[in-house]
């Protein structure tokens, strides 16, 4: 069974601060990777991907990958209140055409 | 574009009734999912189709049977509700060539 874990929560940071949230994952032949985020009472949105080792910046958020420790990270920089949501990491097979998602990391931003 | 839709958003069945959950993209994927997610137990993936005219199923397909019934539409069809299938169902697709997917708004469905 080839799984994507991730710690449910709640991780609760300070309004401005930085969030750290993880994914580890089983399947060494997954190729890409995916954070989406997920407000209550809505569908998954799409925030980064990321398919190489390494560093990936969008605005605030940053996307990092290793491989080798089968280790998926997304930092949300000066963390807004808004940013409180579930978020989501998957992992997507070697053929690229289904994803595997963990249960989600609920983020509470507290003003 | 509106994307990925899914209609209808919110539905009430009794145990043993029929219906089709609808999902429609205009966004020209080729590869389109239906998921259903539980409180606890995430996005778990029913059916998926490659491309018009295949499905495959997914983690969860029983009690479930799907329709790719061109490239813009996939739906899916619950023949015999059941209580476990209360659950919210998310439609998704994905371009040709890349793996992320798009969701759908979703359909929260009460079997009771």
């Known amino acids: 069974q080839k799984e994507v874990e991730q710690n449910s929560g709640p991780l609760s940071v300070p309004e401005g601060a930085i969030a750290s949230l993880n994914c580890t994952y089983s399947d060494r032949g997954s190729q890409s990777f995916f954070w989406y985020r997920q407000y209550s009472g809505k569908s998954p949105e799409l925030i980064m991907s990321i398919y190489s080792n390494g560093d990936k910046e969008d605005g605030r958020f940053t996307a990092q990958l290793n491989k080798a420790s089968q280790y998926v990270s997304l930092l949300i920089r000066d963390s807004q209140p808004s940013d409180s949501a579930t978020y989501l990491c998957?992992?997507?097979?070697?053929?690229?055409?289904?994803?595997?998602f963990g249960g989600g990391t609920r983020l509470m931003v507290k003003p | 574009n509106a994307g990925v839709t899914q209609t209808p958003k919110f539905q009430v069945l009794k145990t043993g009734q029929s219906m089709t959950l609808q999902c429609a993209q205009d966004?020209?994927?080729?590869?389109m999912y239906w998921y259903r997610q539980d409180p606890g137990m995430g996005l778990r993936l029913i059916y998926y189709s490659a491309s018009e005219g295949t499905t495959d199923k997914g983690e969860v397909p029983n009690g479930y049977n799907v329709s790719r019934l061109n490239k813009r539409e996939f739906s899916l069809r619950l023949e015999s509700a059941a209580p476990s299938q209360t659950s919210v169902y998310f439609c998704?697709?994905?371009?040709?060539?890349?793996?992320?997917?798009?969701f759908g708004p979703g359909t929260r469905l009460t079997v009771t």
């Open positions: 966004m020209n994927h080729n590869s």
């Open positions: 998957a992992g997507g097979n070697n053929a690229g055409n289904m994803l595997t």
């Open positions: 998704a697709s994905t371009p040709g060539g890349r793996h992320e997917q798009y």
